[in-house]
């Protein structure tokens, strides 16, 4: 698996959302002026990169299906 380009930008998108979402998680938990600046900003890309994971989740289950390689 870990020589099919497709499969590791999958992996690289889950990764990307799961940074995104501990950026956010920690500065909420942090609070302060970082929280108050960004917050908002940072759930809307986690949501955007969410979005384009699952997308490409499903897209590369789908070409898995019809038998591609």
Known sequence: ???DPFFILVL???LIVAVVLLVGVGGF???G??????ANKIMRLRIVA???AICLILLYVWVRRQGGN
């Open 12 to 14: 690289v998108a889950v």
């Open 1 to 3: 698996m870990l020589n």
């Open 29 to 31: 938990g942090k609070g």
């Open 33 to 38: 002026e970082f929280n108050r600046k960004y």
């Open 50 to 52: 969410q979005f384009v």
